[in-house]
């Protein structure tokens, strides 16, 4: 491939709950270490870096995705939610985070911003709820605390309460 | 080699009977469309176990298929549903079916130069019913066994029998000799659970760390069996 200039780098510019954020990327470099070590935006976590324990998961135009098995330059232009959107900017709790600290549905809370992001996208379904599909719903994120059973009746409260 | 950009290729089209899926449909757009759902009931089946909706989202139904592992879910679905692919290149368009695509492990048609820019497949008629069960160690895993099965029924016979399984081998395989057995059959019990022991004399599965082949035979003889049921509980559901 002589000749042919090699691009390593990129700008990368994503809208990052709803602010427009540009920085240098490596092409190589994932949308997790991008949003945390360049964004600065490290409540997004993780965890086993493969797709399989859910920490990671943000919201890429509004659907759930793992960010350590996508690349920052695949997200260029797209409207990324990260765990840092949910609080208002005073420190106001979102619904899901008051949910989640009434019911005790965390313990070391490292798995937690995956969850809420992924309970985030299943509100917006307007789903219609029950134990089963919650469950369904939480399957692709693990936590090694909880037993589960409290997150469970976090998000079960909050689809009957018809939450956002 | 990234074709996320790429525009045009992220549709889930209905023409009539027909469904087509573009190289970028993903998981989660077919699994939502209640059209496709509601006629071919195995593919929601199929998507409730394919991974979780993060990777539904990103994975697409034409990157499982040139992917080709073994113990997929659309693969299996492919040959069910007499599907066919579009491969598209330098050279021009050609259209194979399902059945011709898959050739070894991990292994298909597309050749140098080609991609996979379509799958499509009729929609089972009316008064068909159909149904996807896997065995996995893990909700979301790949499976160990797996089938994917269309069933028709005409007055008290069968009249068209599709049945696919996965994990079983080194490509997903078609059952045809047990899908001749049920042809002009009375669809009892008795007839199902022979059906299923038929379907997997001729499979080779392997050992593997997970599962022996034996195992592996008898879990795929119990998810045919699961499966032929609970098609043909949907074949008498929408006469």
Redesign the interface.
């Known amino acids: 491939m002589s000749g042919v200039p090699v691009i390593d780098r990129s700008l990368v510019t994503i809208r990052a709950n709803g602010v427009t954020l540009s920085a240098e990327a490596d092409v190589r470099m994932t949308l997790a270490d991008f949003l945390r070590d360049r964004l600065g935006l490290t409540g997004t976590h993780l965890g086993c870096e493969h797709?399989v324990c859910?920490s990671c998961?943000v919201l890429?135009d509004g659907?759930?995705?793992?960010s350590c098995?996508?690349?920052a330059v695949?997200a260029d232009g797209a409207d990324i939610e990260t765990v840092e959107g949910l609080a208002t900017p005073e420190g106001g709790l979102h619904p899901i985070q008051e949910a989640f600290a009434r019911h005790h549905a965390l313990q070391c809370g490292f798995c937690t911003p995956g969850f809420l992001m992924?309970v985030k996208?299943?509100l917006a379904e307007k789903p219609a709820g029950g134990e089963a599909e919650v469950r369904?719903?939480l399957?692709?994120n693990l936590c090694r605390c909880t037993g589960y059973q409290n997150i469970v009746a976090a998000v079960s409260e909050l689809v009957e309460e018809g939450q956002p | 080699m990234d074709i996320n950009r790429v525009g045009g290729l992220g549709y889930v089209l209905r023409e009539g009977d027909l469904v087509r899926l573009g190289a970028l449909a993903r998981h989660r757009d077919v699994e939502l469309d209640e059209g496709i759902g509601s006629r071919c009931p195995m593919i929601t089946d199929a998507m409730a176990v394919l991974g979780h909706v993060a990777i539904r989202n990103r994975g697409t139904v034409a990157g499982s298929l040139a992917h080709a592992d073994p113990s997929a879910e659309w693969p299996a679905l492919a040959l069910a549903l007499d599907a066919e692919c579009t491969l598209m290149g330098a050279s021009g368009v050609r259209t194979i079916p399902a059945g011709q695509f898959f050739q070894g492990f991990m292994t298909t048609a597309i050749g140098p130069g080609e991609m996979l820019t379509e799958m499509r497949f009729g929609l089972p008629p009316p008064g068909s019913g159909s149904a996807f069960v896997e065995v996995a160690r893990r909700h979301g895993d790949f499976a160990q066994a797996g089938a994917a099965v269309v069933l028709a029924v005409d007055g008290d016979e069968i009249s068209h029998a599709r049945i696919a399984l996965l994990g079983l081998g080194g490509t997903p395989l078609r059952a045809i000799g047990a899908e001749e057995g049920l042809i002009g059959e009375r669809p009892t019990e008795e007839v199902l659970r022979s059906a299923a022991g038929l379907a997997v004399e001729s499979m080779q599965p392997v050992d593997d760390v997970h599962a022996s082949a034996g195992y592996k035979r008898q879990v795929g003889m119990v998810v045919v069996r699961r499966a032929l049921a609970a098609a043909l509980g949907r074949c008498q559901a929408s006469q």
């Open positions: 797709g859910g998961t890429l659907r759930s995705v793992r098995l996508m690349l695949q992924t996208e299943y369904e719903r399957s692709g």
